[in-house]
């Protein structure tokens, strides 16, 4: 994968979900497309209830829906840590894992990577309606 792109929307969305949990963490699924190596983010869906604290979020896999259009995950670090964890990378649910860091309160606070801990090109766009 090349970059992800991603709305204004969706990325003040995050924004503020991060925002409104602090200080747990945050967990959301990605609905999106892959095309031509570019990640396509067009919707937030919310998982089913989880255990969430300042330090981790549990969640459990058989409740995930089967829905083949999620690309990866969301979730916030409240430490401000802009890199994926270990516990990150080996917890795999779709191709890419975007992480909300402390403050949240610009586009700087967020960050895109492949489960491999490879960090993506993010671009914002006004619409994803391409």
């Not at 991603?6 to 925002?19: V, Y």
């Not at 990605?30 to 255990?51: A, D, M, N």
């Not at 829905?67 to 995950?73: A, E, L, T």
């Amino acid at each position: 994968m090349l970059e992800v792109w991603i709305s204004r929307d969706c990325l003040n969305t995050l924004l503020f979900i991060a925002r409104s949990a602090h200080p747990n963490e945050t967990f959301l699924l990605l609905r999106g497309e892959i095309r031509r190596g570019v990640v396509i983010v067009r919707e937030l869906l919310f998982p089913p209830p989880t255990y969430t604290s300042s330090s981790s979020i549990a969640i459990n896999p058989l409740r995930l829906p089967v829905d083949f259009s999620i690309i990866g995950v969301a979730h916030s670090h409240p430490s401000g840590a802009l890199r994926p964890s270990i516990t990150d990378l080996t917890s795999k649910f779709g191709a890419i894992l975007v992480i909300i860091a402390y403050p949240y309160d610009s586009e700087l606070c967020v960050a895109a990577y492949e489960f491999s801990g490879k960090r993506l090109r993010l671009r914002i766009l006004e619409s994803c309606n391409s």
